[in-house]
């Protein structure tokens, strides 16, 4: 699995949009971009993923670049809710097996 | 739909006793992963395991833990003889083939 780099934390005030990135130089092909969140205390949650075209849902959107080497996670509206740990990782299916990095401490002020 | 159970939540155990943890995964799926978390640290894989069968344990230590997924029942995972490094909190994951991987609330052991 690719191997991926996000900025240790971040800040963004309530109700403004999050954008956190993540590079994943050499994801190959067939991996996909995978995004999970940890609040304190619970367990990991699935956000969102993608391949290569951008992807959203009720909770987020996926912007992943046309070379595929890096992508961004936007949270449109952030809320105080969405601090957490946000963690970028790149899974070839055939395998399925996650393994986390350091993440992205988001912390959402008021 | 219910998610990925698991239970007890919170455990105690004195060192040298035995910890199970069970593991209940989301309807429809047959893989189940476990995972641990140190205090203050990420994520470490433990175990992959399909029904009867492990299929990857290279982030189990050698010694004092097992983990099994019998055809019917719950996935547990089993640690021997505790001691005090063996307080984390303990994830259990599952997923249908080849897909998005969901993961329980954790149970939280604690070794007095």
């Known amino acids: 699995d690719a191997k991926t780099t996000q900025p240790p934390s971040m800040d963004c005030a309530e109700g403004r949009a999050a954008n956190l990135p993540c590079n994943h130089s050499?994801?190959?092909?067939?991996?996909?971009v995978y995004w999970y969140r940890q609040i304190h205390s619970q367990g990991p949650q699935y956000i969102i993923h993608g391949l290569k075209n951008n992807e959203t849902n009720e909770m987020a959107s996926l912007i992943i670049t046309e070379d595929r080497k890096s992508s961004t996670l936007i949270l449109p509206h952030a809320t105080l809710r969405d601090t957490a740990v946000y963690y970028c990782?790149?899974?070839?299916?055939?395998?399925?097996?996650?393994?986390f990095g350091g993440g992205t401490r988001l912390m959402v002020k008021p | 739909n219910a998610g990925v159970m698991q239970n007890p939540r919170h455990l105690v155990r004195r060192r040298g006793q035995e910890a199970r943890l069970r593991c209940s995964p989301m309807k429809g799926h047959s893989h189940v992963y476990w995972y641990r978390q140190l205090p203050e640290e990420g994520l470490k894989f433990m175990v992959y395991l399909q029904k009867e069968n492990i299929i990857d344990e290279s982030g189990m230590p050698k010694e004092r833990f097992s983990a099994e997924f019998p055809k019917e029942g719950p996935s547990i995972l089993r640690i021997q003889q505790v001691v005090r490094g063996d307080s984390a909190a303990y994830f259990c994951?599952?997923?249908?083939?080849?897909?998005?991987?969901?993961f329980g609330e954790g149970s939280w052991l604690t070794v007095v």
């Open positions: 994951a599952s997923s249908r083939q080849e897909n998005t991987i969901y």
């Open positions: 990782i790149g899974v070839n299916n055939a395998g399925n097996m996650l393994t």
């Open positions: 050499t994801i190959s092909g067939n991996e996909y």
